[in-house]
């Protein structure tokens, strides 16, 4: 039997994941994610946690087919990465390192486009080879597989699609310091923005005034059937509705898994992506499928373990 480690960091945590070759977790945990002094401990705490790993299983390294991992930050297929908004790291060959370090293959991929290729594999896009992944969290993320392969691109930016421009007229700046992002619409923070600037413009009765306005009590409020909380159930939906529509056409996916934070209000959210869309589509793309996210926590490691065994 041949086994691999699927390596998801984090910025707070590193989960770490033992597979089999046909996809079964072994075991799985996390290590802290050492940011400090920039970053220099984060591989070298991961490598030594393996080695820990591999000793108590009595395991050999001929026994291991491989690393794969997934990082927070644009990288290249080379797994090189030129800056981390939070691990600390510039300039840094994260799978030429992860090598020297273990002696093991290592195969490297974006967080988001890692945890697309673990839904695809073993979640909502089991069965799929095309496939997009939006991560509805603080932000968007997303991932997107073709014939399944990640998109990586030229930069290591593929799949980068919360920064799609959906809205030309918007004067408040995205994170990113662009104008318009579907991350300010479709986002948790988005949702919540959408919802403060609806309540301000309208007197209609609502429960969203009753406590804290955020995502989630937007989406309780509309499983309680409240028009206000649909209303802006409905605007969210089509700043994404529409920013996938054009995303089909260029990359023509069998399904939209839609993972993170905001997905957790269930099905009740796919609705108000899914008329939008269909309002768009091109007619090839009209009858792509929408899914939710299966795997939660685990996407990025199952995705990580999937690099290794193609």
């Known amino acids: 039997m041949k086994y691999c480690f699927g390596v998801d960091i984090g910025g707070t945590s590193v989960k770490i994941g033992l597979f089999c070759e046909d996809g079964r977790v072994i075991d799985k945990w996390e290590i802290k994610t050492r940011t400090e002094k920039e970053g220099v401990n984060i591989l070298p705490d991961i490598a030594a946690s393996l080695k820990k790993k591999m000793e108590e299983k009595k395991m050999q390294k001929e026994e291991i087919v491989g690393i794969g991992m997934g990082v927070p930050a644009p990288i290249t297929e080379e797994g090189i990465v030129n800056g981390t908004a939070n691990l600390g790291w510039g300039y840094k060959n994260v799978k030429e390192e992860m090598e020297q370090l273990t002696g093991i293959y290592t195969a490297t991929g974006n967080d988001a486009n890692v945890a697309a290729l673990g839904e695809m594999w073993l979640g909502g896009g089991r069965g799929h080879k095309n496939m997009i992944m939006v991560t509805l969290g603080t932000g968007v993320g997303g991932g997107i597989i073709i014939n399944g392969k990640i998109l990586t691109g030229e930069h290591g930016a593929g799949g980068e699609i919360g920064h799609l421009c959906v809205n030309y007229d918007e004067k408040e700046q995205c994170g990113c310091g662009s104008f318009g992002c579907l991350e300010q619409y479709a986002s948790a923070t988005g949702i919540t923005r959408l919802a403060k600037k609806k309540l301000a413009e309208t007197s209609e009765k609502t429960i969203l005034r009753n406590g804290p306005v955020n995502a989630k009590t937007v989406f309780d409020a509309v499983k309680e059937g409240d028009a206000v909380a649909k209303d802006i159930a409905a605007e969210f939906g089509r700043y994404l509705g529409y920013a996938l529509a054009n995303l089909a056409v260029a990359t023509d996916p069998a399904v939209f898994v839609i993972g993170g934070g905001v997905s ?39 995705g990580a373990a999937k690099l290794v065994l193609g």
């Open 264 to 302: 957790k209000a269930g099905k009740v959210l796919l609705p108000f992506v899914e008329k939008p869309y269909k309002e768009r589509a091109f007619f090839a793309n009209a009858n792509t499928e929408f899914a939710l996210a299966e795997l939660g926590n685990d996407a990025g490691i199952c």
